[in-house]
């Protein structure tokens, strides 16, 4: 590795774990004195004290007292990956994730599925975290929470969703490190391997990555524009007889869809007769001006399970989900929560109870949400100039789900876009059984840019 860029430390540093690399230093050798290292190199002798130190603290050597530094890390798997290029790995789900997650920090992400950094509520986050530090009040600082998380936040959690009219106690609302944690909760309280899950298709993709790691058994419905193909439902209910319907009811990930009232009472209507749950994940609620249906509303938690967090709209960096569900499944979700991790974060809820309750926040989402509406006009005018048509026209949220021309493969096109620092997301990862394979997702807020553009006109010309 090139040290041209390193501190002096720094540089020591790579040295040794070079020589570790390289199988010159191996678990138990004495490295030089510092005296010998220092007169080696010809840096100072606290140059290499301060290295030595540094590398004592990652665990790569130890220090016996009176008889030196010894390496300690064990030896890395020998790997031929350097000698020609990677392995290139299946565009899915996973593959989809580490592209948004591990991109240069320079790359376009019109793929991803949250907000730039410049969008979200940087100053109310800020506000938050000074006034919880100078709170009289230790336990966010130091305690675990309670069983149930927070109760200043989930009854906040009760109110806002009450106003969507969703009737639920704080005490059944189970806070969770995020929304993913809670459909972890929800699967591992519902599932046993080889049962079958109903989704969309397409779906979020980290549902099916999620669903698959609990070996479930994943079967796809057609997604219309005001929800889940009734007709092809009913056929799934009977000849599968799932365990429970996974969706996001308004805002859809990833077509922008809502769910219509008539969909949702013939859903709910189906799930009666079929003794089937429903998992109905909310986690893009603030960016819509007025909430549509839900299928928590119109069913009142007895069969549907409502999931959410705010790290789509408030901040990723603060980990807090939630779970409303009815009071005997909430205890079962509790005791499921303990055993797996003990407790939640109490400092997190504090934060975003904090957030939630400031008038910038108000001030903030409303913002979000003009913003949003120009984005989507924006982003589907730039589309269709170059022969790219959405699906349909979203009422609220970030997504647009578009139609590539000639039936040209998204995924090809999505490898390509790498190449110019672009992250584009491919219809085939939200889809079951990789259908959808010449539609693209859209984030309308990272997709306004000439960059992107070019690129999709070279590509579809």
């Known amino acids: 590795m090139a040290t041209i860029n390193l501190t002096r430390t720094g540089q020591v540093m790579q040295s040794i774990r070079d020589r570790i690399d390289r199988r010159v230093l191996t678990p138990g050798s004495r490295l030089p004195s510092v005296r010998a290292m220092a007169e080696a190199i010809g840096f100072s002798k606290s140059t290499v004290v301060e290295a030595y130190d540094r590398l004592a603290a990652d665990g790569v050597i130890r220090s016996r007292p009176g008889a030196g530094f010894y390496v300690s890390a064990p030896l890395a798997p020998l790997s031929l990956d350097r000698i020609g290029a990677p392995a290139e790995r299946e565009v899915d789900p996973l593959w989809m994730l580490r592209q948004s997650l591990m991109g240069p920090s320079e790359a376009l992400k019109p793929g991803c599925g949250w907000l730039p950094d410049d969008w979200l509520a940087g100053g109310p986050i800020r506000k938050a975290l000074r006034a919880v530090a100078r709170s009289d009040a230790d336990g966010p600082l130091t305690q675990y929470a309670s069983l149930l998380g927070s109760p200043p936040l989930r009854a906040l959690l009760a109110r806002r969703l009450d106003d969507q009219g969703v009737g639920a106690a704080p005490d059944q609302i189970l806070l969770t490190e995020s929304s993913t944690h809670a459909l972890d909760l929800v699967s591992r309280f519902l599932l046993e391997p080889g049962d079958t899950v109903l989704v969309d ?10 669903l698959r790691a609990h070996r479930a058994n994943v079967v796809g419905i057609p997604m219309t524009p005001t929800g889940p193909d009734t007709t092809a439902f009913a056929a799934a209910l009977a000849e599968h007889r799932p365990r429970f319907y996974l969706t996001n009811s308004a805002s859809h990930n990833p077509t922008g869809a809502t769910l219509s009232a008539a969909t949702a009472h013939r859903l709910l209507k189906l799930a009666e007769l079929h003794d089937l749950v429903i998992v109905e994940d909310d986690v ?12 928590a509303a119109f069913d009142g938690l007895d069969r549907v399970i409502r999931i959410g967090s705010f790290s789509k709209s408030v901040t990723a960096a603060i980990r807090c989900g939630h779970i409303a569900a009815r009071p005997d499944w909430i205890e079962a979700l509790a005791d499921l929560r303990i055993a797996t991790s003990m407790s939640g974060n109490p400092l997190s809820a504090e934060v975003l109870h904090t957030v939630l309750t400031d008038g910038g926040y108000r001030r903030h989402i409303e913002g979000v949400r003009t913003r949003l509406a120009r984005a989507r006009a924006r982003t589907i005018e730039r589309l269709r100039k170059i022969g790219i048509t959405p699906w349909i026209e979203p009422a609220a949220g970030l997504f647009i789900w578009a139609r590539l021309p000639d039936g040209l493969d998204a995924a090809k096109l999505a490898r390509a876009a790498l190449a110019d620092d672009i992250v584009l997301a491919p219809g085939n990862v939200f889809s079951t059984n990789g259908m959808w394979s010449d539609y693209l997702r859209f984030n309308v807020t990272m997709s306004d840019d000439d960059r992107v553009s070019a690129f999709l006109a070279r590509a579809c010309g």
């Not at 298709?201 to 999620?210: E, K, V, W």
């Open 201 to 210: 298709d397409p779906c979020y993709f980290n549902f099916l990555a999620l």
């Open 284 to 295: 893009f609620a603030d960016f819509e001006d007025t909430p549509a249906p839900r299928l």
